[in-house]
């Protein structure tokens, strides 16, 4: 079993910057891919960014150009640098770990973040 923890998230006005932190509890492969998803209440849980296996990344369309994901693969944690925040980036920001071609999942408890215009 892993463990994520979130961190960095909260309240940010439109172009404002933020960065999100997960760390793992333990040792993540680099095999493994290490993301970041959001969720805004009554819609479902969407990708935002991620690395994969081949550290190859996956941003979204609707936050191309203003977030930037990285991973520390010492650390085993994964980061999410958000710039120019938009109203609509408000959501609760989970932390995913996905074995290779999905073996497992491991998902952390959310943190919130708010964009006021």
């Known amino acids: 079993q892993v463990h994520l923890t979130e961190s960095g998230g909260g309240s940010v006005q439109a172009g404002g910057s933020l960065r999100l932190t997960c760390t793992a509890s333990r040792k993540i492969s680099s095999r493994n891919t290490m993301a970041w998803h959001r969720q805004v209440p009554g819609n479902q849980r969407e990708l935002v960014a991620s690395i994969d296996g081949d550290g190859i990344m996956t941003v979204a369309t609707s936050v191309k150009g203003r977030f930037t994901v990285s991973r520390d693969y010492a650390q085993s944690t994964v980061s999410l640098d958000m710039h120019n925040l938009r109203s609509e980036d408000t959501g609760v920001y989970y932390c995913?770990?996905?074995?290779?071609?999905?073996?497992?999942?491991?998902w952390g408890q959310g943190t919130q973040v708010t964009v006021s215009s």
């Open positions: 995913h770990v996905a074995g290779p071609q999905g073996s497992f999942h491991y």
